[in-house]
């Protein structure tokens, strides 16, 4: 799995859910495209693999850290999904390389 910053202040954990945020972008975009040209083998088979590769990391990060959806809790007994973190909540590091909107720009709104 490749570093995600320069800075190399990135927990297994958050690696995993970056490279499962970068699958999920390439597979709705592929989708995207799919829709237009249905009958493109290259699109069709980036597709299945990226599918297959999001399905087995995302299979590992529920079983090793926490369900990603509701439908991956265990919820025989009780509604647990809301026992586990919300994304905001497992104290990944700010490494700052990411500003918020209004910060973009220089500090404000113009």
Do not use: C
């Amino acid at each position: 799995m490749r570093r995600h910053y320069s800075n190399g202040n990135v927990s297994r954990q958050e690696e995993m859910m970056l490279r499962l945020q970068e699958l999920s972008f390439a597979l709705k975009e592929t989708q995207l495209f799919l829709d237009g040209h249905p009958a493109n083998r290259k699109a069709l088979a980036y597709y299945a693999e990226t599918q297959a590769e999001y399905d087995l990391l995302k299979e590992e990060y529920e079983r090793t850290y926490a369900p990603i959806t509701a439908g991956a809790a265990e919820n025989d007994t009780a509604w647990r999904w809301v026992r586990t973190p919300w994304p905001w909540e497992y104290g990944f590091p700010d490494t700052g390389d990411v500003l918020p909107a209004s910060d973009a720009n220089g500090g404000g709104e113009e």
